[in-house]
């Protein structure tokens, strides 16, 4: 079954102190992965793509990577204001395309 | 920067009332999408749009029609509105291929009562 998970669920950060969410993908025909950052009562808004397997991009203290089965989010030395559910998608499939979305990560950074 | 506006933030309706949902984006672009997002089922997509006048059904479409007379415009309508359309309905844009990313308005925070 074609399935994206991403964990974990809740997370809790001090100021400063790093760490990664992951997004895990079962699909055939990975066509673009995207990340989104979610703040309470808005919508997602997009952060980054990714393609191929071994591809990275960076955004202040956001640096997101792919490989053959998931992706990470690294947050590096995060803040208060990181707080936010991060969102993946997966963009997979030949002729006919599909979007899954994970049910996110609810990261809460402490100051 | 591309603008995803939905006219609402939010609603309440009461069971049986139809319901107008609307969606504007200012980047031209062809695809129009409209979500449903409840807590523990992430996003589901309800219906499509690929063009004007043009629709294609989403994973859960019942209970719902769209439609879409321009290319900047596209609205979600609740037929007869039930207790379980209670959600928050977001609209994407994305321009060209499915490869690339959507873009969000806001939400629209419904209850039905």
């Known amino acids: 079954e074609d399935q994206v998970t991403q964990s974990p669920e809740a997370l809790r950060l001090q100021e400063g102190e790093s760490s990664s969410l992951n997004c895990s993908y079962t699909v055939s025909g990975l066509r673009g992965l995207f990340w989104y950052r979610q703040d309470p009562g808005k919508g997602p808004e997009f952060l980054f793509t990714l393609y191929s397997a071994g591809e990275e991009k960076e955004k202040e203290r956001l640096k997101a990577t792919l490989t053959k089965k998931e992706s990470f989010l690294h947050i590096t030395a995060p803040k208060p204001e990181d707080s936010a559910t991060y969102l993946c998608?997966?963009?997979?499939?030949?002729?006919?395309?599909?979007?899954?979305f994970g049910t996110g990560t609810l990261l809460a950074v402490q100051p | 920067d591309v603008k995803v506006t939905q006219s609402s933030r939010y609603l309440v309706k009461r069971t049986g009332e139809k319901v107008f949902l609307e969606c504007v984006q200012d980047m031209d672009h062809e695809n129009m999408f409209w979500y449903r997002q409840d807590p523990g089922l992430g996003l589901r997509l309800i219906y499509f749009s690929y063009d004007v006048k043009m629709k294609e059904k989403g994973d859960i479409p019942e209970g719902y029609s769209v439609s879409r007379e321009k290319k900047e415009r596209f609205s979600l309508i609740l037929e007869s509105a039930s207790t379980n359309q209670t959600s928050m309905y977001l609209c994407?844009?994305?321009?060209?291929?499915?490869?690339?990313?959507?873009?969000f308005g806001d939400g629209t925070r419904l209850s039905i009562l």
């Open positions: 998608a997966v963009c997979y499939g030949g002729a006919t395309n599909k979007l899954i």
């Open positions: 994407a844009s994305r321009e060209g291929s499915s490869n690339q990313p959507q873009h």
